[in-house]
């Protein structure tokens, strides 16, 4: 099952956080909540599951939001994007330290708000951190024009195709362009690979068959290749 990407405003202008959460909506994402002061934020970030924070730089409170980015960063590892009406240098700088995904300069536009949505979740998807990819429970997978965020749980199987991959759900699938072998690199335990195109998700067996090396999953039927099987039954019989 596919799932919106979840987004947190943090804006101390009510018109422009309802501007904002307005543009979103109606481009499907699901808002989380606007938080109009730092404790607010601290609130959300602490009790709820966020995918993309839209951070106002100027707070007017003694922490303003660059120290909220880089209480972000150092503790969540949520991609954020900055709203700024400023664009001094030194403010810049500062912002910039902390390593956002984006900037938006005030009064928003949709389409920019859109295209500063998408890239960020695209760079977050991309993470050259293994080990915070391996600490996720998802992956964002595009669809047409927009990322979706997708379980690893709700994983089937994952099907070679040269330099992309099909992510079989059990009524979905969807391409994405990654190999094979770098999609078991982000997969976590539970995955394993019966074939040279094939990663199969163990929770979802529902038959095994020895004898001719065969696996159910709900109703795709995966043949387990020669030189995978002692692999696979060492994994299975743990």
């Keep these: 099952m596919r799932y919106s990407p979840k987004i947190l ?43 993309c924070v839209f951070l106002d730089i100027n707070l007017k409170e003694k922490k303003d939001g660059i120290w909220l980015g880089k209480y972000i960063a150092e503790n969540h590892k949520t991609p954020f994007v900055y709203l ?9 700088s500062r912002a910039v330290r902390t390593n956002p995904y984006g900037f938006l300069n005030k009064p928003i536009k949709e389409s920019e708000l859109y295209a500063a949505t998408e ?6 998807n991309e993470s050259s951190n293994e080990n915070e990819a ?19 749980e709700d994983i089937l199987f994952v099907e070679s195709q040269n330099n992309y991959v099909l992510i079989q759900l059990l ?22 690979q019966v074939h040279r ?8 067996i529902t038959e095994y068959s020895k004898k001719d090396s065969t696996l159910i999953l709900k109703k795709y039927r995966i043949k387990i290749s020669r030189n995978y099987k002692c692999s696979f039954n060492k994994y299975f019989n743990s």
């Design 9 to 51: 405003i943090v804006e101390d202008e009510f018109i422009i956080a309802n501007v904002i959460c307005s543009f979103l909506r109606s481009l499907d994402y699901e808002i989380v909540n606007i938080a109009y002061n730092i404790e607010q934020a601290l609130n959300e970030l602490q009790t709820k599951e966020i995918d």
């Design 134 to 152: 391996l600490n996720r429970n998802f992956i964002f997978i595009k669809n047409v024009d927009k990322y979706f965020k997708i379980l690893f």
């Design 84 to 92: 700024t009406a400023y664009s001094d240098k030194e403010t810049i």
């Design 197 to 204: 195109a094939y990663i199969i998700n163990t929770r979802h």
């Design 171 to 192: 009524s979905e699938r969807y391409r994405y362009r990654i190999t094979l072998k770098k999609m078991k690199d982000v997969l976590p335990e539970g995955f394993v």
């Design 119 to 124: 890239l960020a979740l695209l760079k977050h």
